[in-house]
């Protein structure tokens, strides 16, 4: 893996500022949603086999999460919890890059076993979440 600082070049994407608007916008509407006081997203998986999917708890985790209730996130959806951490942190620092023109952080090159290590790690985080949520009492979702 290597990781490097570089100005962008001529006709690079700008990933910080198409991520960055991506988040800003996800966020704009569902706060939009809320405020328009629409249904609340319903799990098909947890209605029809009774047991939560990788992703329940995750609209109540994202409310905690947005209120500063970090603990209550992290009990609703462990994963999501770190998903809007990592976020938070990439969107202060597309931000900073975005209006202070600095040199942007690329990583890239990965060797075969880095990419297979990385994936075995997304499998295990995702089983692991996945687990934790059927563990939950039944009817908490």
Request: one cysteine or more; glycine letters at 6%; aromatic letters at 16%.
């Amino acid at each position: 893996m290597q990781i490097s600082r570089r100005q962008l070049a001529p006709a690079e994407v700008d990933h910080e500022l198409v991520w960055l608007s991506v988040s800003l916008g996800s966020l704009a509407f569902a706060a939009l949603w809320f405020a328009l006081r629409l249904p609340w997203p319903h799990c098909l998986f947890l209605t029809i086999t009774g047991h939560p999917c990788l992703t329940c708890g995750a609209t109540r985790s994202a409310i905690a999460f947005f209120h500063l209730d970090f603990w209550s996130a992290w009990k609703w959806n462990p994963l999501v919890f770190l998903f809007l951490s990592g976020l938070s942190i990439f969107d202060a620092y597309a931000f900073g890059v975005l209006v202070l023109r600095t040199p942007r952080l690329r990583v890239g090159r990965f060797s075969d076993v880095e990419k297979r290590l990385l994936r075995f790690a997304a499998g295990v985080a995702f089983l692991s979440n996945w687990i934790y949520l059927l563990s939950r009492p039944p009817g908490l979702y």
